[in-house]
């Protein structure tokens, strides 16, 4: 390791394959390969492994109070953070500790108002409304005690800076083309026999069954869209979430029955569940258009990733999808209207766009790297350090 190099610890809430899950792996990967020591700290019980291991130094942040009910899955999440960083000395151990939740943000400010460490990082993704005030709570402290706030897109900085009038700064994602590309393999066709794909258009949703990611507009929509071709199939992946969506996926699995559309393998509909890392790019591949008509969203991570992999993109018209698509590389639907969405998804499939996608996205990806996020990021934290008393241990 050079001697510019900083130590760093990116903290992230769990060992699934949510957004900010994958944005800490990606940018401890791009942060090592810039030269700096990384360790990610993730809060799991024993047996459980991260859904992909990063080639950076990894720490289980050990689970051992219950987790019956959110706000006791949080606190422990949060005793669990704050006791490996006690463990690991992380005062003298790191330059930076990075949080990128709110789970981990508290661990962080409680650990700042112990006097265990001097100051922390919290990037914000997204922020939810809880009903319940201790989530309420902890989701504002996270951000409220960080000393730099960081956002996603210019949408969240913006939202952080007018609403709550902090000065946050906009690190935006990237894309590995390396890993998400167009070029088929044999593994695309097993997985389609694996997951009960037929040889009908499919439109793939990502991120599970939640209100967030309006899964019950998309459903409606999805049949106008079987009305027009009858072996359509929508099949939505993912969904592993440390909040509860159990009501909402009851309304759908319901609302399916209603609407007379079978859910199941070769089915109309596929419920994958969470799914093994390594087949993501291949089920992007096997997708006609990926359906991203979300009501809010921190950036939109699988966008990027299923137009790397060839797909088309139908997103809903709002920021921070605005931000960096365009009629170019996206077909746009109010995600309000429910024939909007279908009519989207229906062009795309029956190529009546109108756009080529494939002459404006390579420029697109180009502007979203790893590696550029990870030097902006090193900017960010070299800024904060400056400001930082000098102590002489």
């Given at each position: 390791m050079n001697r510019d190099a900083l130590r760093i610890a990116l903290l992230t809430h769990s060992v699934n394959p949510r957004g900010g899950v994958v944005h800490t792996l990606e940018l401890a990967k791009a942060l090592c390969a810039e030269g700096h020591d990384v360790t990610v700290f993730v809060p799991a019980v024993i047996g459980e492994t991260l859904f992909r291991v990063p080639s950076c130094r990894m720490v289980y942040a050990s689970i051992t109070e219950s987790q019956a009910g959110t706000v006791a899955m949080v606190d422990a999440r949060i005793r669990a953070f704050k006791r490996s960083l006690r463990e690991q000395d992380a005062m003298t151990r790191f330059d930076v500790l990075h949080a990128q939740d709110s789970i981990s943000g508290n661990a962080l400010a409680e650990l700042k108002e112990e006097g265990v460490i001097r100051a922390f990082v919290r990037t914000v993704h997204h922020l939810d409304h809880f009903d319940d005030a201790h989530l309420a709570a902890w989701q504002q402290r996270a951000w409220r005690d960080a000393d730099q706030v960081l956002c996603v897109s210019e949408t969240w900085t913006r939202e952080m800076r007018v609403r709550y009038g902090i000065d946050a700064v906009t690190m935006t994602n990237g894309v590995d083309t390396t890993r998400f590309n167009a070029e088929r393999t044999v593994a695309d066709q097993t997985l389609r026999q694996q997951l009960g794909l037929g040889d009908g258009p499919l439109v793939l949703a990502v991120g599970g069954i939640e209100a967030r990611k309006n899964t019950l507009a998309l459903l409606d929509a999805f049949v106008a869209v079987r009305s027009a071709m009858s072996t359509a199939q929508l099949v939505i992946a993912g969904g592993a979430s440390l909040l509860d969506h159990d009501a909402y996926m009851r309304r759908f699995i319901q609302r399916a029955a209603d609407l007379g559309l079978s859910v199941g393998p070769y089915g109309s509909v596929v419920i994958t569940g969470p799914l093994d890392d390594a087949v993501m790019p291949a089920l992007f591949r096997a997708a006609d258009v990926l359906s991203m008509v979300s009501l809010r969203e921190g950036f939109g991570l699988?966008?990027?990733?299923?137009?790397?992999?060839?797909?088309?993109?139908?997103?809903?018209?709002?920021?921070?999808?605005?931000?960096?698509?365009?009629?170019?590389?996206?077909?746009?639907?109010?995600?309000?209207?429910?024939?909007?969405?279908?009519?989207?998804?229906?062009?795309?499939?029956?190529?009546?766009?109108?756009?080529?996608?494939?002459?404006?996205?390579?420029?697109?990806?180009?502007r979203f790297s790893w590696a550029s996020s990870a030097r902006r990021h090193v900017d960010a934290y070299r800024g904060l350090l400056a400001k930082q008393p000098i102590v002489i241990h």
């Amino acid at each position: 390791m050079n001697r510019d190099a900083l130590r760093i610890a990116l903290l992230t809430h769990s060992v699934n394959p949510r957004g900010g899950v994958v944005h800490t792996l990606e940018l401890a990967k791009a942060l090592c390969a810039e030269g700096h020591d990384v360790t990610v700290f993730v809060p799991a019980v024993i047996g459980e492994t991260l859904f992909r291991v990063p080639s950076c130094r990894m720490v289980y942040a050990s689970i051992t109070e219950s987790q019956a009910g959110t706000v006791a899955m949080v606190d422990a999440r949060i005793r669990a953070f704050k006791r490996s960083l006690r463990e690991q000395d992380a005062m003298t151990r790191f330059d930076v500790l990075h949080a990128q939740d709110s789970i981990s943000g508290n661990a962080l400010a409680e650990l700042k108002e112990e006097g265990v460490i001097r100051a922390f990082v919290r990037t914000v993704h997204h922020l939810d409304h809880f009903d319940d005030a201790h989530l309420a709570a902890w989701q504002q402290r996270a951000w409220r005690d960080a000393d730099q706030v960081l956002c996603v897109s210019e949408t969240w900085t913006r939202e952080m800076r007018v609403r709550y009038g902090i000065d946050a700064v906009t690190m935006t994602n990237g894309v590995d083309t390396t890993r998400f590309n167009a070029e088929r393999t044999v593994a695309d066709q097993t997985l389609r026999q694996q997951l009960g794909l037929g040889d009908g258009p499919l439109v793939l949703a990502v991120g599970g069954i939640e209100a967030r990611k309006n899964t019950l507009a998309l459903l409606d929509a999805f049949v106008a869209v079987r009305s027009a071709m009858s072996t359509a199939q929508l099949v939505i992946a993912g969904g592993a979430s440390l909040l509860d969506h159990d009501a909402y996926m009851r309304r759908f699995i319901q609302r399916a029955a209603d609407l007379g559309l079978s859910v199941g393998p070769y089915g109309s509909v596929v419920i994958t569940g969470p799914l093994d890392d390594a087949v993501m790019p291949a089920l992007f591949r096997a997708a006609d258009v990926l359906s991203m008509v979300s009501l809010r969203e921190g950036f939109g991570l699988v966008v990027l990733e299923a137009l790397a992999c060839g797909t088309p993109v139908v997103a809903s018209n709002i920021a921070p999808f605005t931000e960096y698509l365009d009629n170019m590389t996206c077909c746009w639907a109010n995600p309000g209207e429910t024939a909007s969405i279908a009519a989207e998804l229906l062009r795309v499939l029956r190529g009546d766009s109108g756009t080529d996608f494939t002459q404006a996205v390579p420029g697109l990806l180009a502007r979203f790297s790893w590696a550029s996020s990870a030097r902006r990021h090193v900017d960010a934290y070299r800024g904060l350090l400056a400001k930082q008393p000098i102590v002489i241990h």
